[in-house]
C-alpha cells in the first residue's frame, strides 16, 4: 500500500486532487496536516488562522509520527503545501510517494490575491517546490511533476498515465465525485474550497490573459523560472 505525497502550492487543484484519490475505496484523504504548524511558526494573517491552530497539533514530531503510523492496509493520500513542508526535516519524504503539483504561476498569483491581498513569493510555494524536487533528486529518490494545466485537458488519460507512473492501479472513481464538503476537508476548507465544494469533478479551465500589477508582476519573474525548470520535467501524455 502506498503513503501518496502531493506537494502542492496554494489555488492549484489540490483539494481535486485529495478529493480524486480519497473517492477510491482503498484510499484516505489526509488535508494540510502541517496548516497549525505553519500558521503558528509563522503568525501570518490567513482567512480563519485561530481556528486552524486550535483544529491540529503544531508539534512537529508528532506530526511526523502520525503520518509513519499510517495504517498500511489501504492507500494514503496526503495533501501539503510546499512552503508548509520545507519547514519540516524533509527526510520524512524519503518513503513516500511523492507527486509535485505546479501551475502556471501568473495564474496561482492572481486567484491567490483575491483570497490574500499582501503577499510575498514564499507564500504561494513554488521556490519551495523547487528545492524539494531539487532534495528528492539528490538522495535519489522518485519523484512525478504533474502540472495541473495538463491534467485539466484530458483527466482521464492524465489520471491513467499518473497511475500508472506511481505503480497504482487506475480506477475510475477518481474523476467524479458528490458536490459539497467531504468529511476529511481542514477547518479552512470554508474560506478556500468554494469552487471544488460546488465541482462534481476535474473542470477545463478557461485560460484567459492576465495582467498582474508591478507588485504581483515582480513576484512571478521571481518564481517564474523555478516553475520553468519544474515544468520541463512535468508528466506528458
Known amino acids: 500500500m502506498f503513503k501518496i505525497h502531493l506537494i502542492s502550492g496554494p489555488r492549484n487543484i489540490s483539494t481535486a486532487m485529495m478529493y480524486a484519490f480519497d473517492n477510491r475505496s482503498d484510499c484516505t484523504g489526509i488535508d494540510e496536516p502541517f496548516y497549525a504548524h ?6 501570518l494573517d490567513h482567512p480563519g488562522e485561530k481556528e486552524v491552530i486550535a483544529s491540529q497539533s503544531k508539534d512537529k ?16 493520500f496526503i495533501k501539503n503545501m510546499a512552503h508548509h513542508v520545507i519547514e519540516m526535516p524533509l527526510d520524512f519524504l524519503l518513503p513516500l510517494t511523492n507527486i509535485v503539483l505546479i501551475r502556471d504561476p501568473k495564474s496561482v498569483i492572481h486567484s491567490f490575491q483575491k483570497v490574500m491581498p499582501r503577499f510575498e513569493a514564499k507564500d504561494i510555494g513554488i521556490i519551495e517546490q523547487h528545492s524539494i524536487c531539487q532534495y528528492l533528486k539528490d538522495h535519489k529518490k522518485p519523484y512525478v511533476i504533474v502540472n495541473s494545466d495538463d491534467l485539466l485537458q484530458n483527466p482521464l488519460a492524465y489520471l491513467k498515465a499518473l497511475c500508472k507512473t506511481i505503480h497504482l492501479p487506475f480506477d475510475a472513481s477518481m474523476l467524479t465525485w458528490k458536490k459539497g464538503p467531504r468529511k476529511i476537508d481542514g477547518v479552512w476548507a470554508k474560506y478556500w474550497y468554494k469552487n471544488v465544494h ?9 485560460k484567459n490573459d492576465i495582467e498582474l500589477d508591478k507588485n504581483l508582476n515582480e513576484i512571478y ?4 523560472p523555478h516553475y520553468s525548470s519544474m515544468n520541463e520535467q512535468a508528466l506528458k501524455i
Open 61 to 76: 514530531s508528532k506530526l511526523l509520527e502520525d503520518l509513519r503510523l499510517l495504517d498500511d492496509s489501504q492507500h494514503w
Open 38 to 43: 505553519y500558521l503558528s511558526d509563522k503568525k
Open 221 to 224: 519573474k521571481q518564481v517564474l
Open 198 to 206: 460546488n465541482s462534481t469533478g476535474f473542470k477545463v479551465k478557461n
